[in-house]
């Protein structure tokens, strides 16, 4: 059930809706009862198999945290943290070690066919956040019914974003519709929702027809032409924008809907004007997650620069490790801690970096990461950068048609978020938002459905 399916936007969400504002209405003690058992059936829909794996991650990391509560026993906590990483290890890891063991000669290891359950990395990271914070002294206690909501909320549980429990567990006890701005709000999380459609339908999906052809036949290792190779990288770079914040928004939005406020994930990332800037507006719930419970673990910046160094680096590349079993993920995170190196050691320096110079040098360092990020093989990444610097033949046929808006919303265009709040309440905005959305409705039913790509990660 995607959130640009019409299952989803006919089906479940109409229904969820209401049985919220029922409840609401008429049962308030059974709003977030109802909120849960909905996010179940959501998160089942996909994959039932997976509904006990959930409910048991729920209920294990809750009675760890209730026993902590009681014994003070920091064991408790790390021991908690270690099962979480164990069991996404285990689905998510397993094959990729035993293939690297695989290449010792003579050292033969058995791969497990273990499907992996959606939402893993996410909800894994949620526990992790809440049960450290909670030795920190920093998080209360949570019957099991909130820490259920908090873990399992439909609109982030299979791709965030990363949400920390500060940040929501409070809203869980107003009354949404008893706001003065109740209306306000559903307004904006409707226009929220809109716009998310419209960029993944509109903007994203069209670019991945002009990626997928380039990158599968760099896969099966035909030669790529100098054309194909920069559309493919130009459009898988604005895809994987438009997809990614696309689902951010529906999921801002859909949360609105229900009273929840949840935390951005994108400030116009394309926009920045160095690596650093780039980590702080691209996938910003994952960038302080990884800075608050990685980076600063490993040191941070508190301990001179070679362990500044050292934390960069470890942190970026096992924030690509995050985001897939792959050598190549992990050659992406690695190219992005030490171009993060560099810049620090540029800025340490006190070297100047003119602003429009800066964004060039990112820009064009992002796009080329995005290829070894998206090809299935260091051979087939290979092909496409040959393809880039004009060691292949010239071809022909660039597709530009959906590529120049999408290049034009993503650098000039403002964000969802900034646009629908500052956009006035008034009954046009509403009707160009109804238009779009049956726009969107008739090119849903019309074209090929893309999953969202990061429900991979």
């Not at 909120?35 to 089942?44: H, I, N, Q």
């Not at 399992?152 to 008893?178: N, S, T």
């Not at 660039?398 to 808006?405: C, D, G, T, V």
Request: proline share 5%; net charge positive.
């Amino acid at each position: 059930m995607l959130f640009n399916s019409f299952a989803f936007l006919l089906g479940f969400l109409p229904l969820a809706l209401g049985l919220h504002w029922l409840a609401e209405r008429f049962a308030p003690q059974w709003r977030l009862p109802v909120l849960v058992a909905l996010s179940f059936t959501f998160y089942g829909y996909w994959d039932w198999r997976f509904v006990p794996l959930l409910a048991l991650s729920i209920g294990l990391n809750w009675l760890i945290a209730e026993a902590f509560q009681k014994t003070r026993a920091g064991a408790l906590i790390t021991l908690a943290i270690i099962l979480n990483l164990a069991a996404l290890a285990l689905f998510k890891y397993v094959n990729f070690f035993a293939d690297l063991a695989g290449m010792i000669p003579g050292f033969a290891t058995p791969r497990l066919d273990l499907a992996l359950p959606l939402g893993i990395s996410f909800f894994t990271f949620h526990h992790v956040m809440y049960l450290t914070d909670l030795r920190r002294g920093e998080a209360p206690r949570y019957d099991l019914v909130r820490y259920a909501l908090y873990i399992a909320f439909f609109p982030q549980v299979l791709a965030g974003p990363l949400v920390r429990w500060r940040e929501i567990m409070h809203q869980f006890e107003e009354r949404p519709y008893q706001r003065p701005d109740a209306a306000e709000r559903i307004a904006r999380g409707l226009l929220l929702l809109t716009a998310g459609l419209a960029k993944k339908v509109l903007l994203g999906d069209p670019l991945a027809e002009y990626a997928n052809p380039v990158f599968a036949a760099a896969a099966v290792g035909k030669v790529v032409s100098m054309a194909e190779a920069w559309q493919g990288m130009l459009a898988f770079t604005f895809q994987i924008y438009f997809d990614f914040s696309g689902y951010t928004d529906m999921a801002l939005g859909l949360a609105l809907l229900f009273g929840i406020v949840l935390p951005q994930n994108f400030e116009a990332p394309y926009r920045s004007t160095s690596i650093q800037d780039f980590w702080r507006r691209w996938h910003m719930t994952l960038s302080r997650f990884l800075r608050d419970y990685l980076y600063i673990w490993l040191g941070g910046s508190r301990h001179g620069l070679p362990t500044q160094v050292w934390a960069l680096f470890a942190t970026m590349a096992l924030g690509g490790l995050w985001h897939g079993a792959g050598l190549t993920y992990v050659a992406w995170g690695v190219a992005h801690g030490l171009a993060l190196i560099v810049a620090l050691l540029w800025r340490r320096a006190e070297l100047p970096m003119p602003k429009p110079l800066g964004w060039l040098l990112t820009f064009v360092f992002v796009m080329l990461c995005w290829v070894v990020f998206r090809a299935t093989s260091f051979e087939a990444a290979l092909t496409i950068y040959k393809g880039l610097l004009g060691l292949a033949p010239a071809g022909t046929g660039f597709k530009w048609r959906a590529l120049l808006p999408a290049a034009a919303f993503a650098c000039l265009g403002p964000t969802a978020w900034t646009l629908v709040q500052r956009l006035p309440p008034v009954r046009w905005i509403a009707v160009i938002a109804a238009i779009l959305f049956v726009i969107v409705l008739f090119k849903i039913g019309d074209d090929a459905n893309y999953e969202f790509i990061y429900f991979q990660f």
